[in-house]
Every structure is written in structure tokens, then in C-alpha cells.
């Protein structure tokens, strides 16, 4: 009985940190006004017919902080790597100038800049529903095995580690957010 509740234990908290790492994946996605190659991570070019990342068929780099410069290994892939950024909405213009797609990044106007805090928490409420979720079903677990003979003050010790285990989760889930609206709202 005891190992089934550590092992629902740590996979309630594994659960819990693919949340935190998912809302990470999430907010590197939100341009702060800065050139990242990391914004164009989930871009997928058609390469012969397969999706491919666009990483696996040009190189990226960032010559300044508002360029964000693409060579494609096969120059023939220019126009299916805009056509990708263009399908992908990150709300940015590609420029193909036959060597390079050039993506330049407008500045960020007070507005828009508000939009992307309230989507970087919106993200952030997400995960916290996804980790109440976890909890939720961890503390039924717990209550179950204590329903089938496990003990009632180790079953309650398990509630309160749960417990400790999602306010660490919202503390880090916070400090993000904040981090990121921090660098969204940075002029």
C-alpha cells in the first residue's frame, strides 16, 4: 500500500513539473520585443513532403537584437520557410532576399505590450488548473487507501506533502510570470 502511494506521489509530482515545464515552452514563445531564435522553435517547414523544424533545414541566428536571420541549407527552401513563419501567426513579416528570410521585430507598443502580460497569465492560470487537477486526483487516491486500511495520520502526512508540493508549484509559477512580465514591460 505503501508504494502505491509513493508511486502515485511521484507521478502527481511528475505531472506537476511537465506543467511548469510546459508554461516555460509557452512564455519563451511570447516575444518581449527582442530578436530570440527560440520563437521559431515550433515552426515546421515542409522538406520533400515531411514536416521538418525549421532548424533541421537552415540556420538561425540573431545578427542584431531586432533581426532574427534564416539561411537554408538548400536554397530552394526559401520559399517553403517563409510560407512556414507566414502559417506559423507569430505576427512577424518574413523578408526573402535570396540568400536569407530576414524576420525583423517591431517594437512592442504599451497596448500590445499589455495583450502579452495578460496571455503570459493566462498561460499561467492554465498550469495552475492543470495542477489542481493533479492534486485533485492525488488527494482522492490518498483518501481511497486510507478508505482500504491505510493509516489515517500517515494518509493525512500525505495530504499535507501534497499540499506543500502544489503552493511550491504556484510560487514557481509565479515568480515566471512575474519574471516575464517583468521583461515584456522592460522598454
Not at 20 to 25: A, E, F, P
Not at 96 to 112: A, Y
Not at 124 to 143: A, L
Amino acid at each position: 500500500m505503501e508504494e502505491t502511494i509513493e508511486s502515485t506521489m511521484i507521478q502527481g509530482k511528475d505531472e506537476m513539473e511537465s506543467s511548469i515545464s510546459h508554461l516555460n515552452d509557452e512564455l519563451i514563445k511570447i516575444r518581449a520585443g527582442k530578436a530570440s531564435t527560440s520563437m521559431l522553435n515550433g515552426v515546421m517547414v515542409e522538406y520533400y513532403g515531411n514536416p521538418t523544424p525549421l532548424s533541421q533545414v537552415a540556420n538561425i541566428n540573431t545578427p542584431d537584437s531586432r533581426t532574427i536571420a534564416i539561411q537554408p541549407w538548400e536554397k530552394n527552401m526559401l520559399g517553403e520557410i517563409e510560407k512556414a513563419i507566414f502559417a506559423s501567426n507569430l505576427g512577424v513579416t518574413p523578408m526573402n532576399d535570396g540568400e536569407f528570410v530576414r524576420i525583423t521585430i517591431p517594437p512592442l507598443t504599451e497596448e500590445r505590450r499589455k495583450d502579452l502580460v495578460k496571455q503570459a497569465k493566462s498561460y499561467g492560470e492554465d498550469n495552475k488548473v492543470s495542477i489542481r487537477s493533479t492534486r485533485q486526483k492525488m488527494m482522492e487516491f490518498i483518501k481511497k487507501e486510507v478508505k482500504n486500511g491505510y493509516p489515517e495520520d500517515a494518509g493525512k502526512r500525505r495530504e499535507d506533502e501534497v499540499e506543500d508540493l502544489v503552493k511550491a508549484h504556484y510560487t514557481r509559477i509565479d515568480k515566471m510570470i512575474a519574471a516575464k512580465e517583468a521583461d515584456i514591460m522592460k522598454v
